[in-house]
């Protein structure tokens, strides 16, 4: 069993940055691949960002590339996502998860067995 608590989110204008956190429990935190979904009000969840066990891969919504960075410190059994450049459609309640399968594609959500309750970003303009 791995539980997830998110924590990081809040209200920011355009522009400005947040740093989510997602602090896992377990001993095993190292052998998960760890992701991040969103989900806007009136939408389905949609996948954000990911990141291997070793910290070595990561993959990115292309709607989030070269703003958003994942990071991970499995000493710590913590999962970041730094995000930059915030924009409207960046509001969402932000989950983290955490999964072993390799069937499925990092993006896709049956990769992940566990999540988070989430954390509400709202950003304002």
């Known amino acids: 069993q791995v539980q997830l608590v998110e924590s990081g989110g809040g209200l920011v204008q355009v522009g400005g940055s947040l740093r989510l956190s997602c602090a896992a429990s377990g001993r095993t935190f190292s052998t998960y691949a760890m992701a991040w979904f969103r989900q806007a009000p009136g939408k389905e969840r949609e996948f954000v960002v990911a990141?291997?066990?070793?910290?070595?891969?990561?993959y990115y919504a292309d709607s989030v590339k070269g703003r958003f960075t994942i990071s991970r410190d499995n000493a710590k059994n913590t999962v970041f996502l730094q995000m930059n450049s915030l924009k409207p459609e960046d509001t969402a309640v932000y989950y983290c998860a955490a999964g072993q399968s390799r069937i499925a594609a990092p993006g896709d959500e049956r990769r992940y067995d566990y999540w988070g309750q989430g954390t509400q970003v709202t950003v304002s303009s």
């Open positions: 990141i291997s066990w070793s910290g070595g891969a990561t």
